[in-house]
């Protein structure tokens, strides 16, 4: 499985790297923002998606949708610190699969992606 981590913040992509199980993910890619991930997105078949919301450039909700146009099946995991409920409706209406709030425990994402996974 590839993954790809979207996150305008190095601290939280370095982050969400260490808490990923090496031996689970093929490849991990990340990137900074929106349109540099939608650009890798193109190039190469993600399996999953980690995305924050609030990035330069390309905002993680118009990313999310321009994923799930170009492949539906993606699976996508929203990692915001926006904590409204409005945000999480909204991700999952473009086409997420799950919400993790930051900031996140191990095991909180763990169970993210766990059940992100499960439908695969």
Not at 33 to 58: H, Q, R, W, Y
């Amino acid at each position: 499985m590839k993954l790809l981590i979207v996150d305008d913040s190095l601290v939280i992509r370095r982050s969400i790297e260490r808490m990923i199980k090496p031996d689970f993910f093929k490849s991990i890619h990340s990137a900074q923002n929106g349109a540099i991930a939608l650009k890798l997105f193109k190039s190469s078949p993600f399996d999953i998606v980690t995305m924050d919301i609030t990035m330069p450039e390309m905002d993680g909700l118009t990313c999310i949708e321009s994923m799930i146009r170009l492949r539906p099946s993606i699976r996508i995991l929203v990692i915001t610190a926006l904590a409204d409920k409005g945000t999480a409706v909204e991700a999952v209406k473009r086409g997420a699969q799950g919400f993790l709030l930051k900031p996140f425990t191990n095991d909180a994402m763990s169970e993210a992606l766990n059940d992100l996974l499960e439908d695969v």
